[in-house]
Nanobody, 119 residues
Framework: VQLQASGGGLVQPGGSLRLSCAAS????????MAWYRQAPEKERELVAW???????TYGDSVKGRFTISRDVAKNTVYLDMSSLEYEDTAVYYC??????????????WGQGTLVTVSS
């Protein structure tokens, strides 16, 4: 199973960006999906989390600015980011709890996509 993240780039403060992450390979189904980020010299932190049924959780620093969503049929998770701030600069990683079969689950990480907020 691979998680392929895309959509990162350079954006000005106050701007918007959309990240996508698609799971491919031997996916039976996916439980939760999430986005984490890691800024230079900081620990990786949760940005947003979404269950299979659409329940969501957000990190305090992004509440009201970021929206996580998913397309269950496409095994894809999205992160819509708006009102971006310098502090949002980080490598963003997608994460998924994947069912490989009815009885086997495994966690996977994507390769990361860099978001740089700069004027």
């Amino acid at each position: 199973v691979q998680l392929q993240a895309s959509g990162g780039g350079l954006v000005q403060p106050g701007g918007s960006l959309r990240l996508s992450c698609a799971a491919s390979g031997s996916v039976f189904s996916i439980n939760h999906m999430a986005w984490y980020r890691q800024a230079p010299e900081k620990e990786r932190e949760l940005v947003a989390w979404i269950s299979r049924f659409g329940s969501t959780t957000y990190g305090d620093s992004v509440k009201g600015r970021f929206t996580i969503s998913r397309d269950v049929a496409k095994n894809t998770v999205y992160l819509d980011m708006s009102s971006l701030e310098y502090e949002d600069t980080a490598v963003y990683y997608c994460h998924a709890d994947v069912l490989l079969s009815r009885s086997e689950a495994k966690m996977f990480w994507g390769q990361g996509t860099l978001v740089t907020v700069s004027s």
